[in-house]
């Protein structure tokens, strides 16, 4: 290679690598996967390393029970929770988890096989907050006072049933509308007032939030059911494609992830994982094995591999790397029992399912711990989200704490 | 089950060595028992895989009336052994086409006695969930026709063998905790007031008429399947149903299957609020609490649920106390067993469990037992009139609470002494077509 020839490229080079390298600062996480939608959050200015005392723990709170997940804009954090018959929405500031202003709203514990409460997380847009309780009834409240803006009980209105363990999408906010995993193949809303768009069949939902691919012609809005995924217009609700995905109850929990033309879905119960190309707007099957299976949680994609939690919740599950394109398992950890899982510039942010908080850099060459320390106490199952250098981690039982990682 | 299974998991590395299964004759270990699977729920696959790991299943068939976990369930049998079962959606059917060696049924309480008579009738040995019936006179066909047909029939109860629940049972019987007087079975949880859920057409999966079968057909709901039977009265018996059969049947055991003289008990939804059952909505109907106080010879045992309050400031939520004249012995379940000497001098002794986890079983152990007595022709170790003993005491329990007063126990006749409204809920109609079962004499 001749130097002075590469020496023209040499200012866009630096201009490129600057644009990549271009630290990101405070980022808001306004909805469940991050505003990208990924569950990966750019931020790389923030600190892996901690004290001998253990994790810099800023602030805790005591938000209710429930699997809710955190949601952050400017210095206002949100989540969800439950106490005597209530379930309330709460608005903490960032700095020292004062509480800015509380919502409540009546709803059953439904403890049903689990520890109950909101399964949901809240989405923030336009000043406005999106929350989908569990028996189906759509919130919206005012950002900055927590007052109440409207509410429908969407389920009733679009006459569809609530799946065995109730809503558990979060809210996907997309132009005027409000999107929801509702019905068969979801329900769309106006997001100014809560007035019915267009609606799908009175069958089960699943629990994964919908995710949308925009076409050159259309886009298609994909919802996962108790049986299937589902591609539907996203303009008229009209179903596209089909692609049945069963499980033992009906829990296609996972959201799925859409890259370069491709679709990779994942459910635990012994169902497995596939990832499938869109040929002529149908998907059609890459690879399918079951060696990823996502019961709760979102994998993640990055730099061409999939981190995420394999196996059933109570199984002992695995925190697994594997490659996108072939599905092949890079590496796999048996022992970390994870809870939750979040990534944030290229670092993996575990929450063990006894809380502890375990940082590693996400590379296929293997799980390398950079940090580990104790952040909560009990049973932990919802991802921690990190978000202008503060990471929020919940545990079941409701306690919320902050740990500052600012540079 | 809403108990923490994840607190005991750090012990069961080392238990699963201890349960590796009593090694079965040789010469049989070829022997593959043509299976089938009646339930194909997450229980009845629990059993399931159990029989596979054993080494001597061949699967042929597996029911359910929902096709989703049929079809489910058929891959994974196919991961776990290679197997191709084919399905049903009715065990009639399947009895009919298939030659059955062990039937395995893991259905909702109410379809136990036509399932399993429905199995032995076409030569199969049984292994069967408890409770044996949904009512008295159910449990009593089973056992009576099993035993005209020389079969075999493991009752799900798999703490008879459970490693702690043995090495309890015998420092019981060794006297250890003296002369017990009185026997405390409970199990608690946590909870409120329940507010009715909406009914909604079944899904297009599920075969809801023949759900229901021999039940009353009621609007479905979510609520009961999958996984909610057991809070509907028309399909189970409540808690005292469930868990109850388990501890009723560790205080037989330790008793020597003796028999209560009478049986009285209380409780109500004094929290989940009355039942709701209409067009639109419905709630459960299982008791949230119930006492129920059987009255032995030389002892009385009573057992109590609540699904309000906790565990309070017991250590457990879950178990058996026996209080005896040197102290009081709590048989647990993921907590082992502790012995607490009356004389505060003495130390606390304690044996921890030996679990299969997630769930806290020990299934591995119960179907090496039920391969060694279908070779051996013994019985089982929770053989079914075993299973009967603990099933009929829960039923007694929830047939007083029906009552709202006592009933006397004829134990060798197996009726209510001198109460024909009493004698009357020991049987229930059936829906048509189905057909209570006759009890052979």
Redesign the interface.
């Given at each position: 290679m001749n130097v002075s020839n590469d020496y023209r490229c040499l200012p866009v080079l630096v201009f490129l690598l600057g644009a990549i390298n271009l630290p990101l600062m405070a980022e808001d996480w306004n909805r469940w996967r991050g505003p990208n939608g990924t569950g990966m959050s750019n931020e790389t200015q923030w600190t892996s390393h901690w004290a001998e005392a253990g994790p810099p723990i800023a602030w805790t709170a005591e938000v209710g029970i429930g699997f809710s997940s955190c949601v952050i804009q400017g210095n206002q954090m949100l989540t969800i929770g439950h106490a005597n018959?209530t379930d309330t929405v709460v608005c903490l500031d960032v700095k020292d988890g004062h509480s800015i202003w509380k919502f409540d709203y009546p709803a059953?514990?439904d403890?049903?096989?689990?520890?109950g409460g909101p399964t949901s997380t809240p989405t923030i847009d336009d000043g406005s907050v999106y929350v989908l309780s569990r028996v189906g009834e759509l919130y919206r409240l005012d950002l900055a006072s927590g007052a109440l803006q409207w509410k429908t009980p969407v389920a009733e209105d679009a006459q569809v049933?609530?799946?065995?363990w109730g809503c558990s999408a979060a809210p996907l906010i997309a132009g005027d509308r409000v999107v929801l995993n509702l019905g068969e193949s979801g329900v769309v809303v106006d997001k100014q007032d809560g007035t019915l768009i267009w609606k799908s069949n009175?069958?089960?939902s699943g629990y994964a939030t919908p995710v949308l691919i925009h076409g050159p012609d259309q886009t298609t809005a994909v919802f996962a059911s108790?049986?299937a995924y589902i591609g539907v217009d996203f303009d008229s609700g009209k179903q596209l494609w089909r692609e049945r995905w069963?499980?033992?109850?009906?829990c296609n929990a996972a959201d799925p992830i859409v890259h370069d033309g491709k679709m990779f879905l994942s459910s635990g119960?012994?169902r497995g994982a596939a990832l499938f190309e869109f040929v002529d707007g149908q998907p059609k099957e890459v690879w399918k094995n079951?060696e990823m299976q996502n019961q709760l949680h979102s994998s993640m994609l990055y730099d061409g591999h999939l981190y995420g939690i394999d196996g059933n919740m109570?199984?002992?599950p695995r925190l697994r790397c594997m490659d996108w394109s072939t599905g092949n398992v890079i590496w796999s950890i048996d022992d970390l029992h994870p809870g939750g899982l979040a990534m944030a510039g290229g670092r993996l942010l575990v929450l063990t399912?006894?809380g502890e908080l375990v940082i590693a850099p996400a590379t296929p060459q293997g799980f390398k711990e950079l940090t580990r320390g104790r952040v909560l106490e009990g049973?932990c199952w919802t991802s921690p989200v990190l978000s202008g250098g503060r990471v929020y981690c919940r545990s079941v039982a409701g306690q919320v704490a902050c740990i500052d990682l600012r540079q | 089950m809403s108990l923490d299974r994840r607190h005991f998991l750090s012990s069961t590395a080392a238990a699963s060595t201890l349960l590796a299964a009593p090694a079965i004759h040789a010469a049989s270990k070829t022997k593959q028992y043509r299976t089938a699977l009646i339930g194909t729920g997450w229980w009845g696959m629990n059993i399931l895989r159990e029989a596979l790991a054993a080494g001597q299943t061949k699967v042929v068939a597996l029911c359910d009336v929902d096709s989703d976990r049929l079809e489910i369930a058929a891959e994974e049998v196919q991961d776990i052994c290679g197997d191709q079962p084919r399905t049903y959606g009715d065990f009639r059917e399947l009895f009919e086409k298939e030659s059955v060696e062990i039937a395995i049924i893991a259905t909702p309480d109410h379809w136990h006695a036509l399932n399993a008579l429905a199995a032995i009738e076409a030569g199969a040995h049984l292994f069967i969930e408890k409770p044996t019936g949904h009512t008295i006179g159910e449990s009593q066909a089973i056992l009576r026709a099993s035993r005209d047909a020389g079969r075999t029939v493991q009752v799900g109860l798999h703490r008879r063998l459970g490693p702690h629940h043995v090495s309890g049972m015998k420092f019981l019987k060794e006297g250890h905790a003296g002369d017990i007087g009185r026997v405390q079975m409970y199990v608690h949880s946590r909870g409120g007031k329940e507010e009715p859920t909406k009914n909604s057409p079944p899904p297009e999966n599920l075969n809801w008429e023949m759900y229901c079968g021999p039940a009353p057909l009621r609007p479905f709901n979510r609520r009961i399947h999958p996984g909610g039977f057991r809070h509907y009265l028309d399909f189970a018996n409540g808690t005292l149903g469930d868990w109850g059969v388990h501890w009723l049947d560790q205080m037989l055991w330790w008793s020597g299957q003796q028999s209560p003289r009478s049986v009285y008990s209380t409780g109500g939804r004094y929290v989940q609020g009355e039942p709701v059952l209409n067009a639109t909505e419905q709630t459960s109907d299982a008791p949230d609490c119930q006492i129920a106080t059987y009255q032995f010879e030389s002892f009385d045992a009573v057992w109590e649920h609540r699904k309000f309050g906790g565990a309070g400031p017991e250590k457990s939520s879950v178990g058996c106390y026996f209080y005896g004249s040197k102290g009081t012995f709590h048989m647990g379940w993921r907590d082992g067993w502790t012995f607490y000497p009356d004389d505060s001098n003495q130390s606390v002794v304690h044996q921890d469990s030996q679990l299969q986890e997630p769930d806290g079983h020990n299934l591995k152990l119960l179907w090496a037992d039920f391969l060694q007595a279908i070779e051996s022709g013994k019985r089982p170790a929770a053989d079914i009139e075993i299973g009967h003993q603990a099933t009929t005491l829960s039923l007694l329990g929830m047939l007083s609470l029906k009552l709202g007063r006592s009933v006397e126990w004829d134990a060798s006749r197996e009726r209510i002494i001198d109460d024909d409204e009493a004698n009357a809920l020991l049987v229930r109609d059936y829906r048509a077509p189905w057909i209570y079962p006759k009890i052979s004499s």
């Open positions: 018959q059953p514990l403890d049903r096989d689990f520890e049933r609530l799946p065995g009175d069958k089960e108790s049986r069963l499980t033992s109850f009906g119960y012994n079951k109570e199984y002992e399912d006894t049973k | -």
